[in-house]
């Protein structure tokens, strides 16, 4: 199974835990692909620099993190898309990346691009919908 992960599941599951830090352990242990795009990577890595600088007392090992996930995730080239589909247009890059590649899970904390699931048969879902109906039932 391949899965995009938005930025908002990735840094939760690195720096407070919870369902976030299961599926990133899931995902380690080769419960799933993950597919990104160099662009999802990059901000990743901003928004990791930010909420270390915030959060500097959680010593969370992003960097650790963030390297295992550059070297052993499926990295694609995503076509952007033609329009824009989400209302926030920062979230169309995951759709993109999910449409390059094929895949059709994205999953993500993100109201916004909850919003546009079913688009491109590409179903979004909240990190506990994922983790229900994809890790517990595997």
């Given at each position: 199974?391949?899965?995009?992960?938005?930025?908002?599941?990735?840094?939760?599951?690195?720096?407070?835990?919870?369902i976030?830090?299961?599926?990133?352990?899931?995902?380690?242990?080769?419960?799933?692909?993950?597919?990104?795009?160099?662009?999802?990577?990059?901000?990743?890595?901003?928004?990791?620099?930010?909420?270390?600088?915030?959060?500097?007392?959680?010593?969370?090992?992003?960097?650790?993190?963030?390297?295992?996930?550059?070297?052993?995730?499926?990295?694609?080239?995503?076509?952007?898309?033609?329009?824009?589909?989400?209302?926030d247009?920062?979230?169309?890059?995951?759709?993109?990346?999910?449409?390059?590649?094929?895949?059709?899970?994205?999953?993500?904390?993100?109201?916004?691009?909850?919003?546009?699931?079913?688009?491109?048969?590409?179903e979004?879902?909240?990190?506990?919908?994922?983790?229900?109906?994809?890790?517990?039932?595997?």
């Open positions: 199974m391949k899965v995009v992960l938005d930025t908002n599941v990735v840094m939760s599951g690195i720096f407070f835990g919870g976030p830090r299961t599926i990133l352990s899931e995902w380690s242990e080769g419960g799933f692909e993950l597919i990104l795009s160099v662009e999802i990577l990059q901000e990743y890595e901003r928004v990791a620099e930010q909420l270390d600088r915030k959060y500097e007392a959680l010593d969370a090992d992003w960097k650790q993190v963030l390297r295992l996930i550059a070297l052993n995730a499926t990295i694609v080239n995503a076509e952007p898309l033609r329009e824009q589909i989400c209302a247009p920062d979230d169309d890059k995951f759709l993109a990346c999910a449409r390059s590649s094929g895949v059709h899970i994205v999953v993500s904390g993100d109201r916004q691009l909850r919003e546009v699931s079913g688009w491109n048969n590409i979004v879902l909240t990190p506990r919908e994922f983790q229900h109906q994809y890790l517990e039932a595997g």
